[in-house]
């Protein structure tokens, strides 16, 4: 498998010690929206094109139903391969 025995030795010390392999809380501040928020962000945008980040974050509530911005929103549809885009006129 190309791991080192560390890690697996590691792995399975973790497990033995909390019933769980996932990894422990990192530092940094918390996501205000959940994966599954996230993906209901970029199906909405998908179906409603012309849909604006502000329009959508004034509709969105994140986690502890408290709301998120316009930015928030720009960065998840970034993520997930959506950006801006100006229609291409023909100067013809």
Do not use: W
Request: glycine share 4%; hydrophobic share 25%.
């Amino acid at each position: 498998m190309n791991v080192n025995r560390k890690a697996i030795f590691r792995l399975k010390q973790r497990l033995h010690e909390t019933d769980t392999v996932s990894g422990r809380p990192r530092s940094g501040r918390p996501r205000c929206t959940t994966q599954r928020r996230d993906i209901t962000l970029v199906r909405n945008h998908m179906n409603n094109r012309l849909l604006s980040a502000s329009a959508s974050s004034s509709q969105t509530r994140g986690r502890n139903n408290q709301r998120i911005s316009a930015n928030t929103v720009r960065r998840r549809l970034s993520t997930s391969g959506l950006r801006a885009r100006r229609p291409y006129i023909d100067p013809s």
